[in-house]
């Protein structure tokens, strides 16, 4: 079956979810235009959830997707909370920040029976998930909604092991992705390769669709990957100006600045590889750094620097996530960029 038939939509391109980076209002746009909006959830409460799918639901009644992360919760380890706030210091200190003023906790939550409930009232055609999946019984809960079930792959081993697990469809996230690697079965960043390199890969192994993910910005970009199999395209980087994200001006700047030709995968603002523009701490304490606590424990420690950082207009101190492809970036609506990306189809 074709992917839009699967998933109930007009054209094969899909927003990516981008937790943080944009609310309802993405989703919406991007649904309407015929392609598939998303809502990352893994920075809502649920609550926050149930307020954003009360809006696409006054909004459209068109197939949406929603998005959860199935990371399992770590331990809190002080000694490594500690080693990793010393390193902090000289960073504190400089903004005048009290280390003993900050809490810890999680900054990310995964997918949960919580979430589930929420899913329970309105029925999506559509959840994604990253970071593998969650436990079986909630898979099967989503999937009891009559949802499709889609997931981050990032090796082909990831693409058997999520077709084994019963997923709809399967997402190449390549490495020049933006935002959190989906990578699930090791953590071995050796084990990444770039979109043109998987994808083929990925649809040769696999029965089921394959949508394209990573450094795709452009109609031509969307028409290679379907060229190489893909059943459809998940692009996030090039919403991110839309006005409809609700991104800093100092994440927009960047963007739109030469800063957005050097990306780096970097695991010091969440504990997880993520690829974001190079900014002063990455280069300071180097982008993936080993004393950095557990996805999603580091959040803590730095977001009281990126905080004052981005009251003194820099973005020193912030995630700056975007793919190593940010050229498709463009201050347009997203129904306009949307049918854009489709127009070699
Ligand atoms: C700002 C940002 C936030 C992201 N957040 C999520 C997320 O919450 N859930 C998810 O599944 N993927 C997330 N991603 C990854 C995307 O799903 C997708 O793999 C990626 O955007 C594709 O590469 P591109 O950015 O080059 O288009 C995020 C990407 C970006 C750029």
Request: net charge neutral; hydrophobic share 45%; with cysteine.
């Amino acid at each position: 079956m074709k992917l839009t038939e699967l998933l109930g939509i007009d054209l094969p391109i899909l927003q990516a979810p981008m937790a943080g980076a944009h609310g309802s209002a993405l989703t919406i746009a991007v649904s309407n235009a015929g392609g598939l909006g998303s809502l990352g959830c893994a920075m809502l409460t649920p609550d926050g959830i149930r307020a954003e799918l009360t809006a696409i639901r006054a909004k459209t009644s068109k197939p949406f997707n929603v998005n959860f992360f199935c990371h399992t919760a770590p331990a809190p380890d002080a000694q490594r909370e500690g080693q990793w706030r010393a390193m902090l210091t000289p960073y504190y200190n400089e903004y005048g920040i009290d280390p003993q003023s900050i809490p810890a906790g999680p900054g990310r939550t995964p997918f949960s029976a919580e979430a589930a409930d929420v899913l329970s009232e309105f029925k999506p055609a559509v959840v994604s998930f990253h970071f593998g999946l969650p436990p079986a019984h909630l898979v099967a809960r989503a999937k009891a909604l009559g949802a499709k079930i889609l997931c981050s792959a990032t090796t082909v081993d990831e693409a058997l092991w999520l077709e084994a697990h019963g997923v709809d469809a399967i997402i190449a996230q390549g490495v020049e992705a933006g935002g959190h690697r989906g990578i699930f079965l090791s953590d071995d960043l050796t084990t990444q390769v770039g979109t043109f390199a998987l994808l083929p890969q990925i649809v040769r192994a696999v029965k089921l669709p394959v949508i394209a993910a990573g450094g795709i910005a452009d109609a031509r970009g969307v028409a290679a990957a379907m060229a190489l199999g893909a059943a459809g395209v998940q692009c996030g980087t090039a919403y991110l100006l839309c006005p409809e994200t609700n991104i800093s001006a100092i994440h927009r700047a960047a963007l739109k600045s030469e800063a957005a030709r050097h990306t780096a995968l970097t695991n010091i603002f969440t504990g997880r590889p993520a690829r974001g523009i190079v900014n002063r701490v990455m280069k300071e304490l180097g982008s993936m750094n080993s004393a950095a606590p557990a996805f999603p424990l580091a959040t803590s420690a730095i977001a009281p620097l990126r905080a004052k950082a981005e009251a003194q207009g820099s973005g020193d101190f912030s995630p700056l996530w975007s793919g190593q492809n940010a050229t498709g970036c463009r201050e347009v609506p997203a129904a306009q960029l949307t049918h854009d990306l489709a127009a070699e189809l």
